[in-house]
């Protein structure tokens, strides 16, 4: 999964980590599931009900009630957010709960900038025949017998660096 953000929070909604700016914010397990299930259905009412299947297996036996407000307000506390005025959560009452803030689900990653074969033989390329060029145009430095030996290198090289991209 990819992680969620919303704000200046940013969730992995797989382990549940929640971080804001790049700092850990720290949540009990079942406020992060909580919080997982929430923005993975963002503007979507999720009733109680699938909250506590989502935190409690159906062996565990808790005070549903009292654990779910727990849940919730450690949430709030979290993410900074008020009942009465919310940003993140509102809740829908005797219903369950809303994740109410935009959620940006990031794009995937670009992928990195790399040099490939052809980019790499294309350097080549371009060095060899910069280099071979400049020899050849300078006349002090190569006597003119000896062009048509530059000349004919840099044909090679230039065939086998065509060869080796195509």
């Known amino acids: ?5 919303f704000f200046d929070f940013e969730l992995d909604p797989a382990t549940g980590e929640l971080w804001r700016r790049g700092h850990t914010v720290p949540l009990e ?3 992060a599931i909580a919080l997982a299930c929430l ?4 503007g979507r009412l999720v009733t109680r ?3 506590r299947r989502a935190i409690w297996p159906d062996e565990v036996h808790v005070d ?3 654990g779910m407000n727990y849940c919730i307000r450690q949430l709030r506390a979290a993410l900074g957010d008020e009942a009465r005025q919310p ?10 709960y809303r994740f109410i803030a935009p959620i940006q689900r990031p794009a995937a990653a670009p992928p990195r900038a790399s040099f490939g074969r ?6 080549m390329f371009l060095t060899v025949m910069a280099l071979t060029s400049a020899m050849l145009w300078d ?6 017998s000896s062009k048509a030996h530059h000349h004919a290198v840099a044909v090679a090289t230039a065939r086998a660096i065509h060869d080796f991209l195509f």
Request: net charge positive.
């Open 1 to 5: 999964m990819t992680p969620l953000r």
């Open 29 to 31: 397990r079942q406020p």
């Open 39 to 42: 923005a993975s259905h963002a």
């Open 49 to 51: 009900d699938q909250l």
């Open 64 to 66: 549903f009630d009292r």
């Open 87 to 96: 940003v993140f959560i509102e809740t829908i009452p005797r219903q369950g």
């Open 118 to 123: 052809r980019a790499i033989a294309g350097l």
């Open 139 to 144: 006349a002090k430095m190569v006597d003119p």
